[in-house]
């Protein structure tokens, strides 16, 4: 099964920007799709941004349209969010996941938090 491990959590100031990394181990041949969900302290969890592996085009979710973008790197098997344009509602702790065969491998989580 793929490992998947994040990293780039943090605090940043309202209106800055972050990015986080969700670095890939193991078998990660035949993932067919990839993407970010994060969860706040009594909220759901909400899947932020998401993209099939072989030309997939990015879909986000309304909240964070326009201000978050999900790439990846293929030479270091990592996929990145990047979030500019912070806002008190994003703070959560944000999970990288991949599917793969039916199966979905998740992240450790990083927290982000946003000060003003």
């Known amino acids: 099964q793929v490992q998947l491990v994040e990293s780039g959590g943090g605090l940043v100031q309202a209106g800055g920007s972050l990015r986080l990394s969700c670095a890939a181990s193991?078998?990660?041949?035949?993932?067919?799709?990839m993407g970010w969900f994060r969860q706040a302290p009594g909220k759901e969890r909400e899947c932020v941004a998401s993209?099939?592996?072989?030309?997939?085009?990015?879909s986000y979710a309304d909240s964070v349209k326009g201000r978050f973008t999900i790439s990846r790197d293929n030479a270091k098997n990592t996929m990145y969010l990047q979030m500019n344009n912070l806002i008190p509602e994003d703070p959560a702790d944000y999970y990288c996941?991949?599917?793969?065969?039916?199966?979905?491998?998740w992240g450790q989580g990083t927290q982000v938090t946003v000060s003003s």
């Open positions: 996941y991949a599917d793969r065969f039916g199966n979905r491998a």
């Open positions: 193991g078998r990660t041949f035949g993932t067919a799709a």
């Open positions: 993209m099939a592996w072989i030309g997939g085009r990015p």
